[in-house]
Every structure is written in structure tokens, then in C-alpha cells.
């Protein structure tokens, strides 16, 4: 059963708007949550990481929530660029450190257009 | 900056060839990883590796062997490549907190 369910599973926005992803899970124990940006024909580039119960983090135009309680998180993207367009994955971790499985999301595809 | 590489970035065989893929990293890292990642799935991991000569089972396992011969490589190989392995795999390795690495990825199609 998937563990972690990501929606949209495709996303198309204006350059310039706002958008959010989502991330439901059922992993536990969920010890961290992590937001990847996957581009064509290249690897995971993690853009930031959740750890405590209710969490938020900010990376430039990329936000996060996490709320443990509720099993959810999510990735906001303000002003969207072209650049933006890929896929983000939501990778829960039951661990926090190389001992522990890492869950993933099957991604949200985001596509931007002028 | 970390940096994992993986050789080669694409293949194409045959139904019953023989195929290994490679991964090296230069992170001084214990932890080695090899996913596949498929349309309408997260990546699912197939092996893993604490160090050198070390081998642990992951979730999606069979038809794939790995071998971990040094702490810098890890090779995943398919002996018997069947249609249903035609995936994107990727390699990745981890720190000790558990921050993970990926290589940007091995295409491969079995024809």
C-alpha cells in the first residue's frame, strides 16, 4: 500500500502565480520529511527538510509545512518561474539517520507556462 | 558538494542480456543506495549497502544482484534483463544523519 500520496499529480501554472503542493502520509514512525526537485534527466535535489511536530521552513521563493499530527505537509512555490517546471517529491524518513527507510511520494508534476 | 555519478546515463538491451550499471561517490559515505523509479510510483529501493562488501535486500529485490566493492562503488547487475526492469534508476548515498544524495539517473530499456 502506498505509504505517500502526493496531489496533484500535475500541476499547470502561469509564470508569476503561486501554487501548493500536497503530501499525505501514513508512515511511522516519521521522524523527517523532505521536499525534492526533480528535473528531466537529472537526480533529487532536496529543497528543504521538516523535522518537529509543527514545522514550517522558508528557501527563497519555496515554503514548507508540516503538521505530524495530521500526517500532512506542504510545499508552496510563490512566483513561479519557468525554471520551476519539474517534479516534486515528498520523501518521508522513519529515521533520523542512515538506518532508516526513506518513503516516497510518486510525485507532483508541475508545469509552467509563459 | 556531494557528488554521486552514475555510468552509464543510458542503455538499451536485449530480452536475457546481461547489464550493470555503476555508481560511484566521492562523499567518503557508508551508505549506498540503487532505486527504480517508475511512472505512477515513488522510487522503490532494490539494494542497499552499509560499506564495502556489504549487501542488504531492499524492497524490490529480485532480478537484480548488487555488489558494493569499494566504500566509493556500487553496482547494480541484471543478469537476465526482462522487459518489466525497463525503468530509470537512480543511486544514491547517505551521511550518517541520513541526508541522502542522488546521481541524476541511469535510463535503461529492455527490449
Known amino acids: 500500500k502506498t505509504q505517500v500520496e502526493q496531489s496533484p499529480q500535475s500541476l499547470v501554472v502561469r509564470q508569476g502565480e503561486n501554487c501548493v503542493l500536497q503530501?499525505?502520509?501514513?508512515?511511522?514512525?516519521?521522524?523527517?520529511l523532505r521536499w525534492f526537485k526533480q528535473d528531466t534527466g537529472k537526480g533529487l535535489v532536496s529543497l528543504t527538510v521538516l523535522v518537529d511536530q509543527k514545522d514550517k521552513t522558508s528557501n527563497g521563493r519555496y515554503s514548507a509545512t508540516l503538521d505530524k499530527d495530521a500526517k500532512h505537509s506542504t510545499l508552496h512555490i510563490t512566483a513561479t518561474l519557468l525554471d520551476d517546471t519539474a517534479t516534486y517529491i515528498c520523501?518521508?524518513?522513519?529515521?533520523?539517520?542512515?538506518?532508516?527507510?526513506?518513503?516516497f511520494g510518486a510525485g507532483t508534476q508541475l508545469i509552467v507556462i509563459p | 558538494e556531494a557528488a554521486v555519478t552514475q555510468s552509464p546515463r543510458n542503455k538499451v538491451t536485449v530480452t536475457g542480456g546481461n547489464v550493470t550499471l555503476s555508481c560511484r561517490q566521492t562523499?567518503?559515505?557508508?551508505?549506498m543506495y540503487w532505486y527504480r523509479q517508475d511512472t505512477g510510483h515513488g522510487l522503490r529501493l532494490i539494494h542497499y549497502s552499509y560499506g564495502a562488501g556489504n549487501l542488504q535486500i531492499g524492497d524490490v529485490p529480485d532480478g537484480y544482484k548488487a555488489t558494493r566493492t569499494t566504500q566509493e562503488d556500487f553496482f547494480l547487475l541484471l543478469e537476465l534483463a526482462s522487459p518489466s526492469q525497463t525503468s530509470l534508476y537512480f543511486c544514491?548515498?547517505?551521511?550518517?544523519?541520513?541526508?541522502?544524495?542522488f546521481g541524476k539517473g541511469t535510463r535503461l530499456t529492455v527490449v
Open positions: 544514491a548515498s547517505s551521511d550518517a544523519r541520513g541526508e541522502v544524495f
Open positions: 503530501c499525505n502520509y501514513s508512515v511511522t514512525p516519521d521522524n523527517h
Open positions: 520523501v518521508v524518513g522513519d529515521r533520523g539517520s542512515a538506518l532508516g527507510r526513506l518513503h
Open positions: 562523499n567518503s559515505h557508508n551508505y
